[in-house]
């Protein structure tokens, strides 16, 4: 497996480097703007393949372990809301001490987190394993876009770059389902987890030789209290969902739970309010309306894709019976789509600015889940493939959009705190539509219940998008991204 592994890193970062050569202009030798750009698109690349690489194996999980709908809710979520708690503190972390050396700590973690995962005896320690594995991705992910920002600190063409690092990014929404499948059916499903080990090893030393420290020597310190109201908010609100699909929204732990949410929620407004610009989630930068119009689209685009996500793959093994490289197979032309069009995205919104592909990619997306109300058990692939296809090139749109309207909406000297909101706001989304999804269609096993479920998920995602594309078309701007400067 580990000769395979390091045929499709090569692979991976062979792809980089077709893309880069088309759309980011030549820039020296190694250690240039360009070879930066590829080793922290790998490092991208092992935090979103962890995502769609595990949504395939679900139910062999399930069935392995023994783990129910809301244990599984937990394996992907585990790793959502360490990433999500995480990255705000990881991206101020990078600003005090340098990006590149919290970098290169996230990816042992990751790695290190991965083979846990691939030796757990039962769920209760996966689970564990995978929280070790998002607390390596929310130490690795800010870093690699606030890494980029500084190698590219140029309006135009850290547009392009951001189009290119969702791009390669995105390969591993494709390379997930196809590669998870085929682990899955050949070796099992902990397969998936030990594969990242074998490109972690070579990612760190790649790293560690081209890539130059930045930091921010005026940056806040760290805000401990903010973290941990934070991190208690998203866990109670996960918690609370996944707790009312098992036992019923009026259920004492559910009511009690939600108590808890609103208190963490007035605390952390409270506490962040007065800490002012020493915050780590700063207020005031959501009076900037492209700014917090980006983060609610970005958190928007996750609730939506990964909430849906999670009740289509078990929709199509359970109900459809198909085994995981069929399924995988199946959903490809949804992620397709992000990988070939995030560069152009990016390129779109450097000579545009982000409104036009950001209320684009929304809406487009949006049809495309209105279509998946249509699919039954008994449908063909025909009718699921249009809703994949419009859904898939919606995301290639809107991805390089938010993240491009999100850094550029602040001072350059805070595009690690930026590019660390946004991501924050995207994994909170993920792991709260995680949750919700999975209490609102139930079990697979209850059949037309779960049905409908699924249909009332696509539905009510759909008009999700529609609410922030009308945002986006309306606050978002409409016009070439200004210079972003860091500090060099």
């Known amino acids: 497996m580990a000769a395979s592994s390091g045929g499709y890193a090569a ?7 077709s893309v880069l050569r088309r759309t980011v202009p030549r820039a020296g030798k190694a250690g240039s703007p360009r070879t930066v750009l590829v080793v922290m698109c790998v490092g991208y690349f092992l935090v979103l393949l962890d995502v769609t690489i595990v949504n395939v194996a679900l139910p062999r999980i399930g069935s392995g372990l023994g783990a129910d709908v809301s244990g599984l809710q937990w394996v992907v979520d585990g790793y959502a809301l360490a990433l999500a708690s995480l990255m705000l503190t990881a991206g101020t972390l990078g600003d005090l001490h340098g990006h590149k050396r919290i970098v290169l700590i996230g990816l042992i973690v990751f790695g290190a987190g991965s083979l846990a995962c691939g030796l757990a005896p039962g769920a209760a320690v996966l689970v564990a394993a995978r929280v070790v594995q998002g607390i390596g991705a929310a130490l690795l992910l800010p870093g690699t876009l606030a890494i980029i920002s500084d190698a590219f600190p140029e309006g135009a063409g850290q547009a392009r770059a951001i189009g290119v690092w969702a791009g390669i990014g995105s390969l591993a929404l494709p390379a997930g389902p196809l590669l998870g499948g085929a682990l899955v059916d050949a070796f099992g499903w902990r397969a998936i987890f030990l594969l990242n080990v074998p490109i972690v090893l070579p990612a760190l030393v790649w790293a560690g030789a081209i890539v130059r420290e930045c930091r921010e020597p005026q940056t806040r310190g760290l805000d401990l209290p903010g973290l941990l109201v934070g991190s208690l908010l998203l866990l109670a609100t996960t918690f609370a969902f996944i707790q009312g699909g098992r036992s019923g929204a009026g259920s004492a732990p559910v009511v009690a739970t939600v108590v808890v949410a ?156 930026a590019s660390a909101i946004n991501n924050t706001a995207r994994q909170a989304g993920g792991a709260i539509g995680i949750a919700v999804a999975g209490a609102v269609a139930g079990r697979p096993g209850s059949g037309a219940h779960f049905v409908h479920g699924f249909h009332t998920v696509a539905l009510g995602s759909a008009l999700l998008y529609l609410v922030a594309a009308v945002l986006a078309l309306r606050l978002l701007p409409g016009h070439l991204l200004p210079c972003h400067r860091r500090s060099r």
Not at 11 to 17: F, S
Request: net charge positive; aromatic share 6%; charged share 10%.
């Open 11 to 17: 692979g991976v970062a062979g792809a980089a480097v």
């Open 262 to 417: 609103l208190a963490a929620l007035v605390a952390l407004v409270l506490v962040e309010r007065r800490r002012g610009d020493r915050a780590m989630l700063p207020l005031g930068l959501f009076r900037r309306a492209g700014f917090s119009v980006a983060n609610t689209a970005a958190g928007t685009m996750n609730l939506c894709t990964l909430g849906t996500l999670f009740v289509l793959m078990l929709f199509l093994q359970s109900l459809q019976h198909r085994p995981p490289l069929e399924a995988g197979l199946a959903i490809v032309p949804l992620f397709a789509p992000p990988a070939v069009l995030a560069p152009f995205g990016g390129r779109l919104t450097g000579w545009t600015g982000a409104r036009l592909p950001a209320g684009a990619g929304l809406l487009l997306a949006a049809a495309g889940l209105a279509l998946l109300t249509r699919v039954t058990p008994s449908s063909g692939y025909g009718t699921m493939l249009p809703a994949f296809l419009l859904w898939g090139v919606g995301l290639g749109l809107l991805t390089p959009a938010v993240v491009a309207a999100a850094i550029t909406a602040v001072p350059g000297e805070r595009s690690g705190l």
